[in-house]
Nanobody, 131 residues
Framework: QVQLQESGPGLVKPSQTLSLTCTVS??????????WSWIRQPPGKGLEWMGV???????FYSPSLKSRTSISRDNAKSMLYLQMNRLKPEDTAVYYC???????????????????????WGQGTQVTVSE
């Protein structure tokens, strides 16, 4: 059973860089055909897909966040990372990592934040952007 656990600073000041970690257990992040996404939920709003790193290391981002976001991983540590720079108060949200397994390498990319699109979810970590 794959388990995901997010961790991060909690409070970040505007214009600073956010760094979050997702620790994966119970499975390898390089296993075919897993896709590991970062998703966030601002207060009172819906789930927003931010980006994904796939089993082969390829990354894709939401167009609205692409200029500020980077997703990477450490295969040996089984960790996923999210970096977002130039933070704004509207980046305040609960940040989740989530995973799904595609049927093949040729499945269309899922860019939805909907809960039922993903098999595994972390519990989420609150990030507040404020002075």
């Amino acid at each position: 059973q794959v388990q995901l656990q997010e961790s991060g600073p909690g409070l970040v000041k505007p214009s600073q860089t956010l760094s979050l970690t997702c620790t994966v257990s119970g499975g390898s992040i390089t296993t075919n055909y897993y896709a590991w996404s970062w998703i966030r939920q601002p207060p009172g709003k819906g789930l927003e897909w931010m980006g994904v790193i796939r089993y082969d290391g390829s990354t894709f981002y939401s167009p609205s966040l692409k200029s500020r976001t980077s997703i990477s991983r450490d295969n040996a540590k089984s960790m996923l990372y999210l970096q977002m720079n130039r933070l704004k108060p509207e980046d305040t949200a609960v940040y989740y990592c989530a995973a799904r397994r595609e049927n093949s390498a040729y499945c269309p990319l899922v860019t939805s934040g909907a809960k039922d699109e993903y098999t595994y979810w972390g519990q989420g970590t609150q990030v507040t952007v404020s002075e």
